[in-house]
């Protein structure tokens, strides 16, 4: 009886997300999700967020007691923990600062992602019928909705040195690339439909899409399984043509595999978020290293300058780490003031490092951070 008082939201959670996909029109169509789809987006997101507790400042984060990995944790599970640990490293010099509003009228809703346009215009992932992906000029006022309702549930974005839009529809299953009008080019994935990919069978499925991540050659990395038992890492070229994959499970519990990105050499680096762990592997799948933290690993980003960072989910900061996976130095914290985090879990910077934005995506709140020196 507990497991399925534990289950069962979960899979209707799941089936309020399918209803939203199904909601979801082709471009420049505007149907508003109404009836039981309308939960969808609040559904999935409580599912992200699912058992947090009330946070706390200061300290060292409750570990929980079983399985091991390499010595560490076998996760947290999706909670905050009571306790958020502040990692041994200097706050960097940035102040909170008011964010720009949504659009007038309206509120955000969980944000899945931010990222910045070369011309210094931000864009907003929102978990928020008609007002999905959201532009805003360089002085924070109101540019456009590029697309409405374009996804079921927005998770990850990235925007690639041509300006083309990648995001990743954790309902819908898929990864779409959209050029900067919003027009789509290219959906990797069966929209709607769940499961693996099989070049031999003709199954050209996702599950759960995560993030995207961009090799020199134009190779795009694509992590699956947000929550699943079939987390992997899959790789296509540049047009969507499959390459390879690799399966990203562990024995000693489930992972959430949340992010990709790709260094300057080449590597993949892939987060487990629950497991405060950043894989590095080689373009076909070599596991080479890992990084270990004692925060979570939620989404990574490489700065103007090449720096890498990490967001840490519930524990609410950004971290700035060098390439050992070491904090050097962090923002945020989550907390009870207006502008702490719930969940960190996306991040950008501009080009000149003065400005930081982070989509909170359990507190249905953007953060905007500016430097102080």
């Known amino acids: ?35 039981p789809a309308a939960a969808a987006v609040a559904g999935a997101d409580a599912g992200e967020g699912r058992g947090r507790g009330q946070g706390g400042r200061g300290g060292r984060a409750a570990r ?112 779409m690339k959209l050029n900067s009008a919003g027009d789509v080019l290219l959906t990797i994935g069966t929209k709607g439909k769940a499961g693996a990919w099989d070049e031999a069978a003709g199954a050209h499925l996702l599950n759960q899409p995560t993030d995207i991540g961009f090799g020199k050659n134009g190779d795009i990395f694509v992590t699956t399984g947000h929550g699943q038992p079939d987390p992997t890492v899959l790789r296509f070229d540049k047009n969507g043509k499959y390459i390879t994959s690799w399966a990203m499970k562990r024995p000693e519990g489930a992972s959430i595999v949340h992010s990709v990105m790709v260094d300057k050499d080449g590597n993949v680096l892939v987060t487990e978020r629950d497991f405060g762990i950043i894989d590095v592997f080689d373009p076909n799948g070599k596991r080479l290293r890992e990084m270990h933290l004692q925060n979570l690993t939620c989404t990574l980003y490489i700065d103007p300058k090449g720096q890498l960072w990490t967001t840490a989910g ?38 000149d490092m003065k400005t930081i934005y982070a989509a909170d995506s359990a507190g249905a709140k953007l953060h905007k951070f500016v430097a102080t020196n």
């Open 64 to 175: 929980p007691e079983g399985p091991l990995v390499n010595g560490y944790p076998a996760g947290r599970g999706n909670s905050k923990p009571e306790i958020t640990l502040i990692p041994k490293a200097p706050m960097l010099p940035y102040k909170a600062v008011e964010p720009p509003p949504p659009p007038a009228g309206t509120a955000w809703g969980n944000l899945g992602a931010v990222g910045f346009l070369s011309n210094g215009h931000l864009l907003v992932f929102n978990r928020k019928p008609q007002f999905t992906l959201v532009e805003y000029d360089a002085d924070g006022r109101l540019v456009r909705s590029i697309d409405e309702n374009i996804a079921g549930r927005p998770h990850g974005m990235r925007i690639d040195k041509s300006d083309n839009i990648w995001i990743t529809d954790v309902a819908c299953h898929t990864v």
């Open 1 to 35: 009886m507990l497991s399925f008082l534990v289950v069962a939201p979960i899979a209707l959670a799941q089936q309020n997300a399918q209803q939203a996909c199904d909601s979801v029109t082709s471009y420049n169509e505007i149907q508003p999700i109404t009836g």
């Open 314 to 351: 519930f524990d609410g900061m950004l971290l700035r780490l060098d390439w050992d996976g070491k904090v050097l130095g962090w923002l945020g914290q989550s907390g009870p003031t207006p502008l702490d985090f719930t969940e960190a879990h996306s991040m950008a910077i501009s080009a």
